[in-house]
């Protein structure tokens, strides 16, 4: 899928989380240096996904809210709020992991349903202000 311009720097902190989350899996899986890698979560999160989440709640959100996109924006805030609570809790059994995963399936949901709703639904005009807010 051909991603708009106004948001590609969004899709490409996209990979860098999906590269997180294979990265936590892996170390997980390998018994490897947890509490290492927590930290390291927690600055990548506080640097780069906290700032993502900002943007697109003040950018994208609500314009979609302003055309009914209610469910979209729903789903995109009650994520961003388990993956805030997760984030502190890291150390306690399974939270690393469940991090992970819905932080996964977070990325899948904007990149193939929020952002193509963007993308299809959104003013260019719109877009375009979206993209000066967002575009780093």
Do not use: W, Y
Not at 70 to 90: E, F, I, Y
Request: hydrophobic share 35%.
């Amino acid at each position: 899928m051909k991603r708009d311009k106004n948001l590609r720097d969004l899709s490409s902190d996209h990979h860098h989380a999906l590269r997180l989350t294979r990265k936590i899996n892996h170390a997980i899986r390998d018994n490897d240096n947890i509490s290492v890698l927590i930290k390291q979560v927690r600055e990548i999160f506080d640097n780069e996904l906290s700032v993502h989440f900002d943007l697109e709640e003040k950018s994208i959100l609500p314009e979609l809210e302003k055309i009914g996109e209610h469910k979209l924006v729903k789903r995109t805030l009650d994520d961003h709020l388990k993956l805030r609570q997760l984030v502190d809790k890291l150390e306690e059994p399974g939270n690393l992991l469940m991090f992970s995963k819905i932080l996964k399936e977070h990325v899948k949901f904007e990149e193939q349903e929020l952002f193509e709703a963007c993308q299809n639904k959104l003013e260019p005009e719109v877009m375009e202000s979206i993209g000066r807010i967002c575009n780093r």
